[in-house]
T-cell receptor, first 111, second 116 residues
Framework: QQPVQSPQAVILREGEDAVINCSSS?????VHWYRQKHGEAPVFLMI?????EQKGHDKISASFNEKKQQSSLYLTASQLSYSGTYFC????????????FGTGTRLQVTL | EAGVAQSPRYKIIEKRQSVAFWCNPI?????LYWYQQILGQGPKLLIQ????????DSQLPKDRFSAERLKGVDSTLKIQPAKLEDSAVYLC??????????????FGEGSRLTVL
């Protein structure tokens, strides 16, 4: 079951904040976040494991609410380099190491 | 450290023809994935290998797609015969230590297939 992301697209001015949500209909063991720039391969951002962990590096952080089967990615003081499509990937409880990617959120940061 | 290598980068074929894509994962990565990414969509898992064994191929259209990973290193994905809807980027990824629960997937640059 593919996780659903929202919003589908967002346009920001440099310095603004954004939140991207990822929701699954099945119990989650872990959530992964990747960013893909146009014409390039997805690049890993972070993993959140079951346990309500919150992670972050630089000005990008994420939370994981296992009860709601949701994760959110927070981009603070966005930079032009943040532009791209963000995908969450989920590993459902009991599905071994199968990583299923979400529908994607296209983020564009402008001057 | 060398990344995940894929070839060819681009391929244009007529429908009903066949095509093969090759992937060489990062050295030592036991888990290898093939994903299909249609324009504007998220990557869709086709097949997952652990060493040279198949872990999951539930979304692989087995009437036309096949994949193998001989000797547990490089892998080949084949489509025969190709259909128009197979036009996509085929991404190969390998998994670092710790399994997917703790590891990150390293993706190759992908092979872009256009079926005319």
């Amino acid at each position: 079951q593919q996780p659903v992301q929202s919003p589908q697209a967002v346009i920001l001015r440099e310095g603004e904040d954004a939140v991207i949500n990822c929701s699954s209909s099945k119990a989650l063991y872990s959530v992964h976040w990747y960013r893909q720039k146009h014409g390039e391969a997805p690049v890993f951002l972070m993993i959140l494991l079951k346990g309500g962990e919150q992670k972050g590096h630089d000005k990008i952080s994420a939370s994981f609410n296992e009860k709601k089967q949701q994760s959110s990615l927070y981009l603070t003081a966005s930079q032009l380099s943040y532009s791209g499509t963000y995908f969450c990937g989920t590993v459902n409880t009991g599905t071994a190491s199968k990583l299923t990617f979400g529908t994607g959120t296209r983020l564009q940061v402008t001057l | 450290e060398a990344g995940v290598a894929q070839s060819p980068r681009y391929k244009i074929i007529e429908k009903r023809q066949s095509v093969a894509f090759w992937c060489n994962p990062i050295s030592g990565h036991a888990t290898l994935y093939w994903y299909q990414q249609i324009l504007g969509q998220g990557p869709k898992l086709l097949i997952q290998f652990q060493n040279n064994g198949v872990v999951d191929d539930s979304q692989l259209p087995k009437d036309r797609f096949s994949a193998e990973r001989l000797k547990g290193v490089d892998s080949t994905l084949k489509i025969q015969p190709a259909k128009l809807e197979d036009s996509a980027v085929y991404l190969c990824a390998s998994l670092s230590q710790g399994g997917v629960y703790a590891g990150e997937l390293f993706f190759g640059e992908g092979s872009r297939l256009t079926v005319l």
